[in-house]
């Protein structure tokens, strides 16, 4: 997958002004993943992606996360049913709006957990979120799981219905993101 230009040059110039300590985090590919739980009135569903890309600007000897950045595209979200994924897709204009982004404004550290604030661009959309997450630092890798709602309406997005009920409006994601460096 590829990361936007944007999100490239965001950390470029972050790591620009960092100290020489810091290091750029990839994604762990097939650790890493994001999810999302839909509510309707008659069922619960996930939908998950084992596609996401996130990066960082780190400084693993002080255990700091500097900048967060992260992309996903919609169209790899499966919730096990073709026939809603097909039907999500086209309730967010997945061909003219594939990529879901996130760049940093602000991260927030407090023991052992991290808030970070932030742009998401989604729909076309871009909105300020804040992340909840929790990085677990080992020798030369770095876990972190965290969530954060979304609300569709916020995004222009009609919300899906079933049988003429639409399903709530606030989605909430999860994530598990594994970095390694040298």
Request: hydrophobic fraction near 45%.
């Amino acid at each position: 997958m590829k990361i936007a230009p944007f999100l490239w040059m965001l950390l470029i110039a972050t790591a620009g002004t960092a100290s020489a300590q810091s290091t750029i985090a990839e994604t762990l590919k097939g650790e890493s993943w994001m999810s999302y739980r839909m509510v309707h009135p008659l069922h619960t569903f996930d939908a998950k992606s084992t596609s996401v890309e996130y990066k960082l600007d780190i400084d693993p000897s002080a255990k700091e996360i500097k900048t967060v950045a992260a992309q996903v595209d919609v169209t790899t979200f499966d919730s096990g049913n073709s026939n809603r994924d097909s039907h999500a897709m086209e309730v967010i204009d997945a061909i003219t709006y594939p990529d879901v982004t996130f760049t940093s404004t602000g991260v927030t550290q407090r023991g052992d957990s991290v808030s970070v604030a932030g742009k998401l661009t989604f729909h076309g959309i871009t909105n300020d979120i804040v992340v909840a997450a929790k990085p677990v630092w080992s020798a030369n890798r770095l876990d972190v799981d965290g969530n954060f709602d979304l609300s569709l309406t916020a995004f222009k997005i009609e919300r899906p219905s079933l049988l003429m009920m639409p399903v709530q409006d606030n989605v909430r994601f999860t994530f598990h993101a594994a970095f390694a460096w040298k």
